[in-house]
């Protein structure tokens, strides 16, 4: 392996042989550099969208002073989508949480995404509600689903956010689960009496 190393008096590169056993070693350290290159990249841009939007809050803070009793740094600030990013984990365990919650009738996609919001305090426009329902809550809908953890109740909604999910135990397999689901929708159920009526005085 060969590296080039510049000789600052001259510009001139010299070409120098590393040693074998230091192949590995400078390989490391070549891959941290590149690393702490990209870190200290990512580093100005950030500081760029803060001062940014920094700039646009005090913009918004002088225009609020001039209105009485409002104090602009009592306002409590909006998380956004802290607790979203890297936070697949979390994304996933609050579905199940919530498709178990919703019991033998289900949840709505459409429903699921709005309590996964008030859960992760997302404030979010119509237009990226529906891009975070397409890129992050459909795509672990589909793993779950997959992974046999839930199941689609609708074989062909009218929409993909009007497909209900729920929990696999809370099919409709037996009469108590039946039972369960009509009475989780308020409809009213009476047990019959299968009995004969030479059973019913054979009892008497």
């Given at each position: 392996?060969?590296?080039?190393?510049?000789?600052?008096?001259?510009?001139?590169?010299?070409?120098?042989?590393?040693?074998?056993?230091?192949?590995?070693?400078?390989?490391?350290?070549?891959?941290?550099?590149?690393?702490?290159?990209?870190?200290?990249?990512?580093?100005?841009?950030?500081?760029?969208?803060?001062?940014?939007?920094?700039?646009?809050?005090?913009?918004?803070?002088?225009?609020?002073?001039?209105?009485?009793?409002?104090?602009?740094?009592?306002?409590?600030?909006?998380?956004?989508?802290?607790?979203?990013?890297?936070?697949?984990?979390?994304l996933?365990?609050?579905?199940?949480?919530?498709?178990?919650?919703?019991?033998?009738?289900?949840?709505?996609?459409?429903?699921?995404?709005?309590?996964?919001?008030?859960?992760?305090?997302l404030?979010?426009?119509?237009?990226?509600r529906?891009?975070w329902?397409?890129?992050?809550?459909?795509?672990?809908?589909?793993?779950l689903k997959?992974?046999?953890?839930?199941?689609?109740?609708?074989?062909?909604?009218v929409?993909?956010?009007?497909?209900?999910?729920?929990?696999?135990?809370?099919?409709?397999?037996?009469?108590?689960?039946?039972?369960?689901?009509?009475?989780?929708?308020?409809?009213?159920?009476?047990?019959?009496?299968?009995?004969?009526?030479?059973?019913?005085?054979?009892?008497?």
């Amino acid at each position: 392996m060969l590296y080039a190393d510049m000789v600052a008096s001259t510009s001139n590169f010299q070409i120098r042989r590393i040693p074998t056993y230091l192949k590995h070693l400078v390989e490391q350290r070549a891959r941290a550099d590149g690393q702490v290159q990209r870190l200290e990249a990512a580093i100005e841009d950030i500081r760029a969208e803060q001062a940014r939007v920094l700039a646009h809050r005090d913009a918004c803070d002088a225009l609020i002073i001039n209105f009485r009793g409002l104090n602009p740094n009592d306002i409590i600030a909006i998380r956004g989508w802290l607790g979203v990013r890297g936070g697949r984990g979390r994304l996933v365990a609050a579905i199940n949480e919530l498709i178990r919650r919703a019991g033998p009738t289900g949840i709505s996609t459409g429903d699921l995404t709005n309590q996964l919001m008030d859960c992760f305090d997302l404030d979010l426009t119509p237009a990226e509600r529906a891009k975070w329902r397409a890129n992050n809550v459909r795509p672990r809908l589909a793993e779950l689903k997959r992974r046999g953890d839930i199941e689609a109740m609708v074989l062909n909604p009218v929409s993909t956010a009007n497909q209900r999910w729920r929990m696999p135990e809370h099919s409709i397999g037996c009469l108590a689960n039946l039972t369960d689901s009509a009475l989780a929708l308020g409809v009213q159920v009476e047990v019959a009496d299968d009995r004969t009526p030479d059973d019913t005085h054979s009892h008497a």
